[in-house]
């Protein structure tokens, strides 16, 4: 049994933390590590963090940005360290030299907890320690992480996710998210929220990744017969409730004719098309307007203001209330 088998409540006095500092890491990531796992924000008794960049090279790393950053221990250490903090690469393609990723496989058979940010996940998987498992990434980097390696279950809606010592998160701020998650279940609650406070940043941030993501309607063919018909009807009465009959007629098609040529044309179906359609309609409302929810539903063609906030929340991850305060505008 290692230390951090079901991440037992810290009790010990240090904590060795190793940053990978790859050639190519992206700034922020590498930002966003030394300053939340920094030793004065963590260190208090009987709490003691030792935090390393580790590196193959002896001299400054290239970061993005055109920033450089001097290592101060080995991937010896970082193989001997409790916890191993990756950071995305520039360059989601760039396949990292295998000795960076014998030092990740390494410190997991020995027990660190392992934890990337962002594209990092595209190291982890390379790894081979995410296969079975269920990874995040960036929401725009998904798709590719999925294709690359599918033997990982990737979710792009979550801001983190892990289990037996491996962890991922989605981009950018999602790596504070995950790393303060971390923080509290090596050092407990308290600590956590000392350092999310010191960072001014919350706790804990309500929805997953899912209310960041555009979801663009599908369309394989612009100029095709059925999408148009589709388009055309919606965009007379936004409100108005569709029928496939309707679209099918409108289309001078039987019904089986038109869900086939529009599934060409799309590569999706008119339910579902319909649904994306609307849901983006709403969140552009909640957006830029002021109307009231219930309005809101109405104008995209929801029967009700209680089935459009069930659906927005299982889409988004958030009710539509708080994804508004989120991301409109303030005048």
């Known amino acids: 049994m290692t230390l951090f088998d079901g991440f037992p ?6 904590l ?41 090279e002896t001299g400054p790393v290239r970061l993005t940005e055109g920033a450089h950053c001097a290592p101060d221990a080995s991937l010896a250490w970082a193989e001997c360290a409790d916890v191993v903090l990756i950071p ?8 990292p030299d295998a000795r960076y990723l014998r030092t990740i496989a ?10 990337s940010l962002c594209s990092g996940a595209f190291v982890l998987a390379e790894t081979g320690l995410l296969n079975g498992r269920t990874a995040t990434t960036h929401w725009g ?16 809606t979550v801001l983190f996710v892990g289990n037996d010592r491996v962890w991922t998160s989605a981009g950018v701020a999602a790596g504070i998210d995950l790393s303060i998650h971390l923080i509290r279940l090596l050092c407990g609650s308290q600590v956590a929220t000392m350092v999310s406070r010191s960072m001014v940043m919350a706790p804990h ?15 394989k063919d612009p100029d095709g017969v059925a999408l148009e018909v589709v388009r055309s009807l919606l965009a007379a009465d936004p409100g108005q409730v569709r029928t496939i009959a309707e679209f099918a007629r409108n289309a001078c098609m039987s019904e089986r004719t038109f869900v086939r040529r529009f599934t060409a044309e799309t590569g999706t179906t008119p339910h579902q098309w319909v649904m994306n359609w609307r849901l983006e309609q709403a969140s552009q409302l909640l957006e ?33 209330m708080e994804y508004r305060k989120a991301f409109q505008a303030r005048g």
């Not at 390494?106 to 934890?115: C, D």
């Open 141 to 156: 980097l998904a798709d590719a992480l999925a294709v690359r390696y599918p033997e990982v279950h990737v979710d792009p």
């Open 288 to 320: 830029e307007s002021h109307a009231s929810i219930a309005e809101i539903a109405s104008a995209v063609g929801y029967a009700t203001p209680v089935s459009f906030r069930q659906r927005f929340r299982a889409v988004k991850g958030v009710a539509p």
């Open 106 to 115: 390494e410190a997991h058979r020995r027990g660190a907890v392992i934890a």
């Open 16 to 56: 060795s933390v190793a940053l990978l500092l790859l050639p190519g890491s992206r700034l922020f990531d590498v930002a966003i590590i030394t300053e939340t796992w920094a030793p004065e924000r963590l260190s208090l008794p009987p709490l003691d963090i030792d935090l390393r960049r580790c590196s193959d």
């Open 88 to 95: 995305g690469l520039g360059d989601s393609d760039m396949v």
């Open 205 to 219: 941030r309500t929805g997953g990744q899912a209310q960041f993501m555009r979801s663009p309607v599908a369309v």
């Open 9 to 14: 409540p810290y009790d010990v006095l240090m």
